[in-house]
C-alpha cells in the first residue's frame, strides 16, 4: 500500500515589532562648572548601550541608542536617549518597564563610569531615569513570504 507523504509543518514564528522609547538618564548635583563634552556624552551613552545589552531579557534585541537632544547640547541633565528594541510582539508593551528596570538597576555602574570620565565632576552625582509617555511602534514581521 502506498503512504501519503507528509509535508513538513512550518514552526510557528513570533512576529517580531521594533519599538523606540524616548528614556532620559537625570543627573543631580553634577560639578556646575562641568559641561559636557561630545565625546563624554558618546562614552556614557556607549556605556548605557553595554548595559542593556547585558541585562535586557534575552528575547529582545537592543537595536540602537541615540542621543535624543537638539545639537550639541552642553546641558547634561536630563540626557535624552532614543533607545530601540526588537520585542516578540506579545511583549512589546512591556519593552520600555524592562529597560527601565535594567538602567535602575544599573545606576551605580554608569555613575562608576561618569566618575572614571570626570571625578571631580561627577563626584556628588546621582542619578536617575525617566521616561516620556509617546512610543512609536514600527512593526517589523519576521514571518516568510509565501512562495508562489
Known amino acids: 500500500s502506498v503512504r501519503p507523504t507528509r509535508r513538513p509543518t512550518p514552526k510557528?514564528?513570533?512576529?517580531?515589532?521594533?519599538?523606540?522609547?524616548?528614556?532620559?538618564l537625570?543627573?543631580?548635583n553634577v560639578a556646575s562648572s562641568y559641561t559636557l563634552s561630545a565625546t563624554d556624552r558618546a562614552s556614557i551613552i556607549e556605556f548605557a548601550e553595554e548595559v542593556l545589552k547585558e541585562?535586557?531579557?534575552k528575547s529582545f534585541e537592543l537595536i540602537e541608542i541615540v542621543y535624543a537632544g537638539g545639537g550639541n547640547s552642553q546641558s547634561l541633565s536630563p540626557l535624552p536617549l532614543s533607545i530601540t528594541v526588537k520585542a516578540p510582539?506579545?511583549?512589546?508593551?512591556?519593552?520600555?518597564a524592562y529597560i527601565m528596570g535594567a538602567l535602575e538597576n544599573n545606576v551605580q555602574d554608569i555613575l562608576s563610569q561618569c566618575k572614571s570620565l570626570n571625578w571631580n565632576a561627577f563626584k556628588d552625582v546621582s542619578i536617575s531615569?525617566?521616561?516620556?509617555?509617546?512610543?512609536?511602534?514600527?512593526?517589523?514581521?519576521?514571518?516568510?513570504?509565501?512562495?508562489?
Open 89 to 96: 510582539a506579545d511583549v512589546s508593551d512591556f519593552v520600555l
Open 12 to 24: 510557528p514564528s513570533s512576529r517580531m515589532v521594533e519599538t523606540v522609547h524616548p528614556v532620559q
Open 55 to 57: 541585562n535586557l531579557d
Open 129 to 148: 531615569t525617566g521616561a516620556e509617555v509617546t512610543v512609536g511602534i514600527e512593526e517589523t514581521d519576521r514571518r516568510p513570504t509565501p512562495r508562489p
Open 26 to 28: 537625570i543627573f543631580t
